[in-house]
Structures are given as C-alpha cells and as structure tokens.
C-alpha cells in the first residue's frame, strides 16, 4: 500500500524522493513529531536505518539544535520515514526532507504537499549532490506532485522525458534556508524563519566551485 | 494455551490482532502498566520484538509523551505483548493496540474487550494501512469478539466470509482519536480523552488522496 | 550438588519450579536482595537468563515499582537464580517466585518454604499459564515440598501420579495476591501487604474465558 | 610467572583457590581497591571474566553495597583476578574471595595470607557450593597455605591425600561472615565488622537440609 | 560528484587530503559545526567513520575540549567527513583537519579554502607522520590547491613530479599550533587563538629525534 | 615510520616497551593529557586496545582516582598509544607506562625521555611480572634509551647481549612510587608527589615469597 498526498498542507509532513533498486523512483514522506522527552532528549529516528542514513540524521539534528536552541534539551524529536518496508532506509538523500519535517513540527508551519524534495545537508546547512535525481523526478510527476527541489549540483544530472516537463517545476537549491523558502506554508511566520535559518548558518562557503567530479572515495 | 477475553471491561488491556504464517489470524493481546521509574523514565516493551516492532513502540510513544506531557518523566511505561511464543513479535500493525493499552494505564479507563483492532500509526497519530486484514477479522471473529478497529486505506481489502459479515461489525478509522472512542468505555473521561488528543496531535492532513498502490520499497 | 530447603520461613528465598529437558522437572529456588544503589537504581538479574527470562523479570519488576513506589530510586533490586549452571535460565514461568522473593526481601516478610510455584505473570498482576506443569509438581513432591502454586489456567493439566496427590496440595491462582497470600509467613503484616498489593494492580479483568487453546504464535 | 603469597597480613588481597582443566587446582589472588569514581560510581572487575564470572560479582555487590550502605554512591570498586592468563576467569566459585577482598580493602583491614578460601555466594551471604575442591585443596596445601576455607555443602566432597592433610587446616563454612571471622587480621575492628554483617544479611535460612543431589541443571 | 573549493575562506570546513586505493591521492573535506546539546555535549562525527578514525577523534577532542575548556559540556560538536562513499574513513591522517575545521567552528574564524593538509595528531598537539603524502600532494595540486601542510617527519618522503613543484607550497609542521597560523584567515583574532592554543597545549618535547624508522608493531 | 625520543624531558610522555611476534622488540611511546569532560570525566584510551589491554587501563585508573582524589570528576583523561599500527594493543605490560603518562600529565611534571619501562600494575600499585623481557631490554638499548625499569618479579629473566650490558642500567622495581622516582624529572615536586603515592596506596604486602612458577591458567 502506498498513500500519496500532492494537496494542500500539513504539519511535520514532507514528500521525500528515493530510490528503489536500479532505475526507479518513489515518493517517501517523512514525518516528524515532537514530544516531552522522560530523561535527556533525543533525536528517535524509525524506519530501519542503515549506518548512512543514521548518520543522515546526526547531521541534520546539528542545524535543528542551532536552529531551536536551548528548546529542545528537555524534548524528543520523533523522525518517521513511513511505509518504509523490510529493506529500511540508506543513504543520505533524506537530509534536507528530514530537516524540513522537524523544523515544520517545531514551529508548527505547514509544509505544502505538492512539494517534493531530494538532497543530502552538511552540518552547517549546504545542499550536497545525491544519485538518482532522474529517477526521482519522474515518480514525483507520476504522483502529481508539482514542485521539486532538487540540489543544485545536480542540476546537470536531470534528464527527464518530454512529458514530464510541463508537469513538473524543478528547483534547484544550494542551502537548506531555500528548501523551506519553497517549502513551507504559512506567509509571515515562513519569512522570519527562513531569515532567521540564514542568520544562524551564516553560508560556509562564499564562493563555489564545481571541480573535476570522480566517484566516491574510501579515503584511508 | 490461549486466553482469550471478549467481554466487559479492563484497563490496560487490548485485543491486538497479528498473522501467522501465511493465512492465519489471532487475537494478541497487550497489556500496559504505568511505574515510578528508578532512573529516568523509560518505555519498556517484552515480547521479543524484532525491529520493526520496537520502532513501531518508539513512534507511538511520540504520541504517549505528547498527550501525558510532563507526567512521565519519572515514570516507565511497561508494555507486553502477552503469551507471545518463541518467534517474538515483529512488525508495526499493533501500533494502535499499544497506543491504546498505555492511553488506558494512563487514564485509568477501561477497554472494552469485545473490540478487537490492528493497525500502524505515524509519530503525528494517523492511522496507517497494514497487511492481513481479511486473516484478522475471521480470528476475531472466531474468538467472539464483536467490533474489529481496521484502518480507513484497508478498507477495501476486507473479504471475509459471509458466515462472518453479521457476527462482527467492522469499524475503519484514520485517526487514533477515532480508535480510543470506539474503544475506551467509561464515559465523560472518554470525551474529555477523545477531545485533548485531538486537540494536541491535530491533523496531519486535512485532505488525502489515496494514490497508486505498490509494493513497499527499499528507498536508498 | 542441589541444596533443597522445604521447611521454616525464609526472607527473600522461593522454592521455583522448572522443567529439564523434556520430561523432567527440578525445584529452582530464586534469592533476592535489596541494596543502595550506587547510581540510579536497577533490577539486576543473574543465573544467565536468556531473552524470555530477562523480559519476564522487567515484567515483574512493573509490579514490583508500582507496589514499592518511590522507595526503590535510589536501591538495586538483586535477583539471584541459584545453582543454576551451564544453560542458563530460560522462559517466564518463574515470573511469580520472582515477584515473591522481592517483595519478600523489600518486606522483610519471610517466605514459606514448604512452598514450591510455577507462573507467568502479566504486568498488571494477572497469573499466566505455563508448560510442564505436571513434571513439575511431582518435583516438587519428591523434594519433600507441601503446597504447590500454580495458575488457574492450568488447572486442567495437572495429572499427577496417585502416589504424589496426598503428599502435596496444589493451589491454583489467577492474580499474584493470592501468590503472596499462600507463600508468605508472618501474619498482620502479610495481610496488609497482601491487601496493598490488591488495590495498587486492581483487577485487569473482572470476568475472564478461556477461549480455544492453541500453539503459541509468532505474531507478524 | 606465578606469585604465592602465604604469610603475614594485606589489605585487599586475597588468596582464591581455582581449577585449571580437569584436574589440576591453583591459587588465583584477587586484589581490590576503593576509589573515587568520575561518574555515579561502578563495580570494575578485570580478569577477562566470562558471563557467569561477571554474575557472581553482581551477586557479591549487592553484599557490598547493603554492607556499606550510602558510603559507595561516588565510589569505584575495583576487582582485580592477578596473572589470570589468556583463558580469562570463568564460574561462580570466587565469589567469597571477591567479597572478602573488597571489604578488606572498604574498611583497611589486612586479610590473613596464609588462608585461601573457594565458595559461591548467594545475594543474601549463604555460601553455597562449588566443584574441585579436592585439587583446590592440594594447590594450597602445595602453596604452603595454612588454612583453607571451603563451603560447608562441600565438606563431604573433600578427599585429600595423607601427606596434606596435616598441613592444611580445612574450615567449612556456611555464611560470608563465618569467612570474615577466619581471614581477617586486625582484632577488635574484625569482630565488630563481623557483627554488622551478621546483622544486615541476616540468615536466609534459619534451618537448611541437604536434599536429593543431582547435576545442574538448565530450566526452561 | 565531488566538490572542490579552493578559494576564499570557509567558517568550519576544512580540505583535507586522503588515499584511495594504492596510489591515488583526493581531496577530502572535513566540516564542523557546534550547536546545544540535549543531553550531556557530546562529540559526534560521520562518515562511516572506522576504529582508527574514530579514536583519531578521540584523540582530536583532548585539544579541543582543552582548547575551549568548560563552554563545551553543553554542546555538541559535529563533525562530517564530507562525500565519503560507501567505504566510510579509516586511519588517523585526518587529525589535524578535524582539529583544524572544530577550532574554527568554535572561534567562528574562517579557514583559507586555497589550503589542503594531512596529518595525525598526538593528545598533546604534536603532528604525527602519514602514510602517501606524496599522492595527497599530486590531487591537492590537480585541484587548485595553493598551500599543502603535511607532517614534519614526512618531509624527506615527499617526491612529487616537477609540473606541481611551482605550483603548490609544501608546509610541513610539528605542532597543531602552527597548523591554524597556516590554516585560519581572519588576523588579529587568528593570532591570539594561536598563542592560546600553544600556552595550553605546551610542547610535549622540547626536543625531538628521528631514531630508526621500521613498520608499525602490533605490540603485547 | 617511527619517532625515538631519547633525550630530555617531556610532560606527558613515557617510552613503554612491547614485543611484535615472537622475539623482537620495540619503543612504543604513551602519550596522555588530561581535559575538562563534557558529561561526567571518563578514561579514554585509543590504540586499538584489545580486552587485556583495556582492563589493564581499568586497573591502572584505580590508581590515578585514588592519587588525584576528587579532582578528575570533570575531566576527562587521555591516554595514547602513539604510532600503534593495524594490530593494536594487548595485554597488560603497559601498565606502567600508562600510570606514569597520566600522573605526568595530571601534575605537570616531566617525565625523563631516557628511561623506558615495561610492567603489569596491580590496583594497589603492586608491579607485577611480564613476559619478553630481554627483548624489551635490547630495543631500549638500540634506541639509545639509558634505564630500563623492569618488575622485580622479572630479574632472572634478563639475558642480554654483553653489548648492551654497559649501554643501559636495569632498573627492577616492586611498586608503582619506585617507577615515578626513576622517571620523573623536576625535583621539590616530585619527592612529595612519590610520597604522597606511597601513603595513599600503601603496599599490599609487607613481605612476599616467590612461590613455585607454573603457566598462567585459565580458572573455573
Ligand atoms: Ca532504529
Ligand atoms: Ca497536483
Ligand atoms: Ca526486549
Ligand atoms: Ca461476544
Ligand atoms: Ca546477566
Ligand atoms: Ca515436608
Ligand atoms: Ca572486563
Ligand atoms: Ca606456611
Ligand atoms: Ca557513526
Ligand atoms: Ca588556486
Ligand atoms: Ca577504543
Ligand atoms: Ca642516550
């Protein structure tokens, strides 16, 4: 069973991309929760996840606990990634859907549903390049999602079919501050925390350059 | 052996329902119990739950903790899954029998045991699909159980003989606040209940469409 | 070597019941003592339990912490399976001889120890069937032991050679008040104890029926 | 490399009695030391000891821990099997050896090294029995210990050869604190430690009989 | 995909060098973050990170923890090996990058992105020698990279081809201190953090010999 | 590649000896610093430290609380096992070095960089016997190092070279204050700080025999 939402808006919510074996793309939200913690609070993340994914989330909750300060000490944040299925979750694509999901359960905003995103985060709030982006786009035009955020490192990675053009508005971003700009719902309270988001982050990196690309090293 | 109960009420005790094997259903109870904790609080859950079970106990006690707010920090909440077997519980369709089982310990309000349910939940308390509806529903029934709790997107899984279709009415819901009002049985503290749950998960989503279906994935 | 003790009170010692191999029981006797913790408090089980059996202590322990409330935060609660040797401790059919040699040991109250008893219990007090039943009780006979608990639910599978049925009595039970009622020794506060422990777990269920038996199942 | 020590007196030292394969015993010091501790304070124990070596130092801890009440809470206890070897420490039979070396070392009071000594130990200071007593005592007797304490369920198990049994003086005991009285040095500050033992672990067992023997046995 | 920096400066990040295989060199960046705790600060670090990376961190975490004293204890400090693949980090040559990138977290002081080094660290601050400098030293140089700093005891093994002897300057160093006064931009403020950082951290050897060289021990 | 310090004075630092194989030796340095903690202080060691190895650290840290008292609950100490290789470390005959490293660094006192010692620590500051002694002797010797403390224990085992007999001075010692009166440097201080040692752990033993030798068992 798979339950798609593409309408409206909803609170700790977002339409996650992965995907499944060789050449096929899925719609897999996350949810988050927060909750008064019993000892010291935690970040509980659910869904199977393998070492990649685990650290995934380590590294988002650096810029969710900059983010909220000291509100989170006594708290429990709740990750769900739901429907997941036996495999559980890998890999790191789900960082900038795991941080829209809690930042969207903290400051209670909506997130809009018609919005589908992939992307892996470094702890101080960069967009980092991730696999599969094609597959990606096309289950989320499939799903009738409108919206997809992707990194915008991979912007040259998409090569999507004709039909799924028109569909679809792909948004390539470079900092998690853009994600929830696209992302979340609600007017004023949106605006102030996305500003806020940048003021906390600063930007690590003034000026980038892509360099020569390669595949992934196991550096020693 | 096997007890099993469908009659009158009792607090911190429900009728779960899991699959055995291939095409079998039973009626698995659990049971729930609140104590002062030693340490910090904790959630603690017997019956050889395999992964996927004991995350399905750390998404529902996001709700737990939510709904009890400071009350819990030096309390452990023991849930059981009773007369269970050697294989263990694994899985996530007892999420709302649990949710259930610690709501009633809490409050102190009886469960009515000729209600029999299954279903998963995300952190936020919707209801979610789960598989071997059909099995379920004939176990319970075969146990006298009168009212069976099954989730809103299974409803159109249910083929159950007719012999059964007049003795047990099914009861689809979306919403755990929808569960407890079924379940729970002594009056205005149910109402009370009802609403504040309500009112401190919200609605994930106002509107969902039900999209393609599949089978779950193994996201990367 | 087996030490049997079957006369005179003994405080935080319970004469357990358990089976070996396939058709041959063995009386098991459970210690416990309580200690001041040197951080927060623990329930510290030994005799190399296995999975079932550390799960039915936590269960018992619910019982425990909600019977002594606050008074054990700061105290270990030891728990002591005797000469028990290589294999280790396995199941939950010592669940009541645990919660017993506790209380007994938090209540300075001794043990009958012409008293032998085999029972799973529910987190909320209810005595739970078990196997073996039989071989264990003429164990228990050959030990020189009077009275033998045993759950209600067994009832019907005590057969037991002619020659043992005039040596022993056998006291079958449904809720560990009736446990400590028989098992312990001094009188006034016995009662009281035993009175405390009825009104703390409640009943789980007023009206119980056993339903149609079956294997234990590995729910899904 | 192996070190004897067999006369005069030391704080926190102890001369334990062990089996090597199948028949062969040795003298297997165990050293203890009281420390600050950084944290809440531990129970560390070294001499690579197997699960039920572990066991029975939870089980000799919560001796300690009642023996000197609230004075642990920010202390370490360090227990250390001196040149153990490759094998690591295994059984349950060096339990009063490890009782008698910690509170030696908690109240700086020299133990005797002309004794070495082998027993388990129950939760509430029965000594309990323990296999290869005979090699033990021939091992000690080699050594040119004096006095050699073993459990009193062991008494009929010994059967040394004629050339040690002048040597050595067998004590059979049955209570840690009978073990106290004979390995411990210092007198008057032996005798009132001796008393508050005896006080706070009471008698488990007022009287005791030898039952029917038999080998250990694994319960299910 | 591989992102290379190479110019301006970066608050947290660090480009550090690493091995691939047998004789290929990358350029592997490092970047830190440090935001509240829930519980007790803790030092979390990803990149599927092995037992000898993970204790180089450990090792790190002595300088930076004495580096910042008590602000620490209630923050967490994060550090990402960035784009690391499915191998995940081994050894110890990232050290003083990790130090590098954490320490400008800290002191929000940016790091000079033209900049690449490779190193491992003593608990006290010496820089200790690496294993294929030269190959870090072709691919810092095939990426833009201005400045290498490698270990001083690595100097003579450095045997790079002549078309990137003009183009890159070797630094080596001994001490972390004058890592950062390579390493770090902003002025007034980069100095008096590195005559901090050389106050605490003393010099454990005043004065040093290269003795015999040999392969690494695996000593008992 | 391997660093050799001979000379001078180091705070911190200790040259231990160790065996690679069968018979051959080498310097391995142990380096330590001590830290403000985060949570409550810890002992952390890094050089891949198998089981025999880390206990000797346990047993060594009952030494270092007891010696610094209360000071080190927030802090937490290093110890490094510096230029260890892939196999890590094992065993006990560190322990010295450890001790040594650490008082160092807790008083900042030097420690002289022309001695090297092996030796097994007991937890009341006992230097027990180790094995590969001579090989130990002769690598110090070709390093250049001067002093060579060994355990008392160990004296009939030296068989070196005639060549080296005139390099180094051997050192036997019998506890842990003998160890730092050899290798520490700065005079007032360390005079009080041996003795401080001495009174605060005593000796075990006021006489010892050398019983019959025998290989290290693996007791039951
Ligand atoms: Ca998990
Ligand atoms: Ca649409
Ligand atoms: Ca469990
Ligand atoms: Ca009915
Ligand atoms: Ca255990
Ligand atoms: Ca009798
Ligand atoms: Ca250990
Ligand atoms: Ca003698
Ligand atoms: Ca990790
Ligand atoms: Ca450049
Ligand atoms: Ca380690
Ligand atoms: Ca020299």
């Given at each position: 069973y798979e339950l798609t939402v593409n309408e409206g808006g909803a609170?700790?919510?977002?339409?996650?991309?992965?995907?499944?074996?060789?050449?096929?793309?899925?719609?897999?939200?996350?949810?988050?929760?927060?909750?008064?913690s019993q000892g010291?609070?935690?970040?509980?993340?659910?869904?199977?996840?393998?070492?990649m994914a685990e650290e995934a989330v380590e590294n988002v909750s650096a810029?969710?606990?900059?983010?909220s300060d000291q509100d989170i000490s006594e708290k429990d944040i709740h990750i769900q990634f739901v429907q997941v299925g036996e495999g559980g979750v890998d890999g790191d694509s789900a960082s900038i859907t795991v941080a829209t999901?809690?930042?969207?359960?903290?400051?209670?905003?909506?997130?809009?549903?018609?919005v589908a995103m992939t992307g892996s985060l470094s702890v101080r709030g960069d967009v980092l390049p991730v696999g599969g982006v094609t597959h990606k786009i096309e289950a989320a035009a499939k799903s009738g999602i409108d919206k997809i955020i992707i990194p915008k490192a991979n912007e040259q990675d998409v090569m999507i079919e004709p039909e799924y053009e028109e569909q679809v508005e792909i948004i390539p971003v470079s900092h998690i501050s853009e994600v929830l700009e696209v992302a979340l719902a609600g007017e004023p309270e949106k605006d102030s925390l996305v500003d806020r988001l940048k003021s906390i982050t600063g930007r690590a990196l003034e000026q980038r350059e892509v360099g020569a690309g390669g595949t992934n090293?196991?550096?020693?």
């Open positions: 609170v700790g919510r977002v339409n996650g991309l992965a995907v499944m074996g060789e050449d096929s793309g899925i719609v897999l939200p996350v949810m988050a929760e927060i909750a008064p010291p609070g935690q970040v509980i993340a659910t869904g199977q996840l393998k070492e810029i969710i606990k900059k983010f999901a809690v930042i969207s359960a903290l400051e209670e905003i909506p997130v809009e549903q018609n090293p196991s550096p020693q």
